[in-house]
Nanobody
Framework: QVQLVESGGGLVQAGGSLRLSCVAS????????VGWFRQAPWKEREFVAA????????YYLDSVKGRFTIARDNAKNEVFLQMNSLKPEDTAVYYC????????????????WGQGTQVTVSS
């Protein structure tokens, strides 16, 4: 079993930045696809970004391209989501997730989930 713990959320003004971290424990974490999802009040959980097991393939939600960056450090069992130029519509609980599948981009494609970290962007 893979266990994931997110951190780095908080309250930030529009235009500011946050860096989210996901630390994993378990076997062979470096072989997993890792993604970030978010869920805002009254909305479904949506895909934000994902990185392949080798780190060479990156995928982003269109609305965050150019603002968010996903990266992984397999030696530390850690994945990051750098969020710049934050907007109020980015407010949500952010979750990291891991999958043995080839870069899925839907919640059903991921096998393991963290507890989430709250990101609030004020105007």
């Amino acid at each position: 079993q893979v266990q994931l713990v997110e951190s780095g959320g908080g309250l930030v003004q529009a235009g500011g930045s946050l860096r989210l971290s996901c630390v994993a424990s378990g076997r062979a974490f470096s072989s997993y696809t890792v993604g970030w999802f978010r869920q805002a009040p009254w909305k479904e959980r949506e895909f934000v970004a994902a990185v392949s097991w080798g780190g060479g393939n990156l995928y982003y939600l269109d609305s965050v391209k150019g603002r968010f960056t996903i990266a992984r450090d397999n030696a530390k069992n850690e994945v990051f989501l750098q969020m710049n130029s934050l907007k109020p519509e980015d407010t949500a609980v952010y979750y990291c997730a891991a999958s043995t599948r080839l870069v899925p981009r839907t919640p059903s494609g991921f096998d393991y989930w963290g507890q989430g970290t709250q990101v609030t962007v004020s105007s």
